[in-house]
T-cell receptor, first 113, second 112 residues
């Protein structure tokens, strides 16, 4: 148990569906992240939120829309996805400091049909 | 792109020490070396980090060369549960949230 909870654990959706991924951290951290991990590829940073403000958007297509209502919750809203968006989506949190560590959730395995 | 270089795979017998190398020849003075691991289909897990000195915790030891251009992660008594992909990452001193770049890492296979 890392203190970062992601739901759902698995998600199958069609290309016309709208769905949301949820992440909640119970660690009192002030930064949250979305990463994407496609099969056989390294983790790719998608978004960074620092004190609820988005500080990084790593050229992510607009069909992925993040939301950070408070420092404990992070959402990733999905719409009109493509089959190539099928991947493991990982949420992480950290306390911003000189030697901070990232704590990851278990991820949502997304399949787009 | 990741700035560190790691061998793509390694094997280790259970109970023996696993020594995982990492080259970070362009590391700057204020960058830490971090190690994470990822067990299949799970999120990465923090292992250890260091700046200049060798470090040890309950999971592993980290040996950093004097010139800081390379380091070695040591799992003193590897078990089957240590089978995972191990990532070596450079991270600057934080003032804002981290933007870690994960490379392809080293896939460690621990065998009986």
């Amino acid at each position: 148990e890392t203190g970062v909870t992601q739901t759902p654990r698995h998600l199958v959706m069609g290309m016309t569906n709208k769905k949301s991924l949820k992440c909640e951290q119970h660690l009192g951290h002030n930064a949250m992240y979305w990463y994407k991990q496609s099969a056989k590829k390294p983790l790719e940073l998608m978004f960074v939120y620092n004190f609820k403000e988005q500080t990084e958007n790593n050229s992510v297509p607009s069909r992925f829309s993040p939301e950070c209502p408070n420092s404990s919750h992070l959402f990733l809203h999905l719409h009109t996805l493509q089959p190539e968006d099928s991947a493991l989506y990982l949420c992480a949190s950290s306390q911003v400091r000189r030697d901070e560590k990232l704590f990851f959730g278990s991820g949502t395995q997304l399949s787009v049909l | 792109d990741a700035k560190t270089t790691q061998p793509p795979s390694m094997d280790c017998a259970e109970g023996r020490a696993a020594n995982l190398p990492c080259n970070h020849s362009t590391i700057s003075g204020n960058e830490y070396v971090y190690w994470y691991r990822q067990i299949h289909s799970q999120g990465p897990q923090y292992i250890i980090h260091g700046l200049k000195n060798n470090e040890t915790n309950e999971m592993a030891s980290l040996i950093i060369t004097e010139d800081r251009k390379s380091s070695t992660l040591i799992l003193p008594h590897a078990t089957l549960r240590d089978t995972a992909v191990y990532y070596c990452i450079e991270k600057p001193e934080a003032g804002t949230a981290s933007k870690l770049t994960f490379g392809t890492g080293t896939r460690l296979q621990v065998t009986l």
